[in-house]
């Protein structure tokens, strides 16, 4: 063909399909999840989010899950099991310290961590 010879509209093809793959890898993900409350962890779009939260001792974290994918949050001494769509898990956090977490299925993949000062 001709026109594929063209700089331009070989240009215009590229970049459409790299737009054609981004909208793919939107699709395996999922969608973004809604901005979390104050103390909150949204779960979703493969995300912890926020990834990282400074939160006060005392202080209960609660978080949600609203991607169609089961989740899960494990720290090295508890977790809250599989996360269906809609559920959510809290802990308490009363020392200060650093507490990091991963998802229970998809490991390193989706990590956060819990900032207790
Ligand atoms: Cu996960």
């Known amino acids: 063909m001709k026109m594929l010879s063209n700089p331009t509209l070989r240009g215009l093809l590229a970049g459409a399909s790299l737009l054609a793959s981004s909208a793919a890898m939107a ?11 104050p103390n909150g962890v949204s779960i979703g779009w493969m995300v912890f989010l926020p990834a990282s939260l400074t939160v006060a ?16 949050v494990k720290f090295p001494d508890q977790g809250s ?9 809290s802990r308490t956090f009363t020392t200060p310290g650093q507490y ?10 989706m990590k956060g961590t819990i900032i207790v000062k």
């Open 27 to 37: 699709q395996i993900v999922g969608t973004p999840p809604p901005a979390p409350p």
């Open 81 to 89: 099991g599989r996360l269906d769509k809609g559920k959510t898990w």
């Open 57 to 72: 001792p005392g202080t209960t974290v609660t978080w949600t899950n609203w991607d169609d994918s089961n989740h899960g």
């Open 100 to 109: 990091d977490y991963v998802c229970q299925f998809h490991g390193s993949r």
